[in-house]
């Protein structure tokens, strides 16, 4: 069993060395599958294909996200790209690694750092062997969700990676044939009332810079954008103690994981601390697809930060006949008064501050961990 000790983002060491992990460059692997690494080193993934995620879970369950454990993110690459999204983690102690759902995991698409010899019960063989096992129980459910996960079918050799997610609130299930450039292909992905066309504005997609905590307000600033797929969300950290942290119209002062009945983790920055004076700390998230994105603040020292208005959203429905406006989503959560909120004042206060850097368009966090084990997924 794998249990925290503590979460702090530490510099690396003097003699620290640097892990380079490929994801995606030989299919549905990380190269290498396994590596030794000692405290201070750092573990990089370098994502070179389609569109994977370097996803914490843990050795009695493989294919699934970690609460609490880090989630680097969809990070998709285009066909013939050179400019290749990173995520870094350091090792402050012993990790594991590997990939969600089954669709991905369950072929055996894990990574281990520090695991035990072969013949231990907790070697990399027995974990990649509980993923293939997983994959395998979860075979037809999966065949089911193959619909709205499997990777795009193109018309060339060269297509970009899919875009498609499962939607929450019901969406209707659209096919599109979608061109960018000389590629063309065909994704099946959740359509809403109004939204945006599947179409990327460019292989490399464009960014929205959101402002969180703009002269020490609690605000996110823009409240809301319309973003295609490819697109990044890039929150810049400003002021105070923040988070951006993925909710649902319907409970949007609490994490989608809690609310779901797809399975959806939902996507969350962490507190991001910052002191006055200091540089702004970055937090990117890539868009996948067209369906809407709520997002709020689980702040709640010295008061609940969502239930002030503390919100955000990506391609909210916003005309004139809708009901899932921004100005709605907002509403609701200052109705709730963040009552439906799972932080507590206490967990925030003890909130660590994370390294931050970007380079403008991919996540690249370096966080440290001191652990007993880790296991990363791709949740694709």
């Known amino acids: 069993m794998f249990s925290f000790i503590s979460l702090f983002a530490l510099p690396l060491l003097a003699s620290a060395a640097v892990h380079d992990i490929q994801v995606g460059q030989d299919g549905l ?44 993110g969809f990070n998709p690459v285009a066909a013939g790209s050179t400019d290749f999204p990173t ?64 990777a795009p079918s193109a018309t060339d050799s060269s297509y970009p990676p899919a ?51 703009s002269n020490g307000t609690l605000t996110f600033d823009p409240p809301n954008v319309v973003a295609a797929p490819f697109d990044t969300i890039s929150f810049q950290f400003v002021s105070k103690n923040h988070t951006a942290t993925q909710s649902s119209f319907a409970s949007p002062c609490r994490k989608l994981a809690s609310t779901s009945t797809t399975g959806q983790v939902g996507f969350d920055s962490g507190f991001m ?51 899932k406006t921004f100005a709605d989503f907002q509403a609701s959560a200052k109705a709730q008064n963040g009552t439906n909120s799972t932080a507590s004042a206490s967990s925030a206060a003890a909130s660590t501050s994370p390294s931050s850097t970007s380079d403008g368009v991919r996540l690249q966090a370096a966080l440290g961990f001191s652990l007993i084990g880790i296991v990363v997924a791709s949740l694709i």
């Open 273 to 323: 601390p910052v002191a006055n004076g200091t540089a702004p700390l970055t937090w990117n998230v890539t868009v996948n697809d067209t369906a809407p994105i709520w997002v709020y603040c689980r702040q709640t020292a010295p008061v609940d930060h969502c239930g002030t208005g503390m919100v955000f959203a990506v391609n909210s429905d916003e005309t004139a006949t809708s009901t």
């Open 87 to 150: 995520f870094s983690v350091n090792v402050t102690d012993c990790k594991q690694a590997a990939n969600t759902p089954a669709s991905h995991c369950g072929a055996g698409m894990v990574f281990a750092v520090n695991c035990g010899a072969d013949g231990s019960p907790n070697s990399f063989t027995n974990f990649k062997a509980a993923a293939l096992a997983q994959g395998a129980a979860l075979s037809s459910s999966a065949a089911a969700a193959a619909s709205t996960s499997a």
């Open 163 to 213: 875009i498609t997610s499962p939607a929450p609130d019901g969406p209707e299930t659209v096919t599109a044939t979608v061109t960018l450039g000389s590629s063309t292909w065909t994704t099946i992905y959740g359509s809403y009332p109004n939204s945006p066309a599947p179409t990327p504005a460019s292989a490399q997609g464009n960014v929205h810079v959101v402002t969180v905590g």
């Open 29 to 72: 692997s990380y190269t290498p599958e396994a590596i030794s690494a000692n405290p201070g080193d750092q573990v990089v993934f370098h994502f070179v294909a389609k569109n994977h995620t370097a996803t914490q879970s843990s050795f009695a369950n493989p294919c699934g996200h970690l609460e609490g454990g880090f989630d680097s």
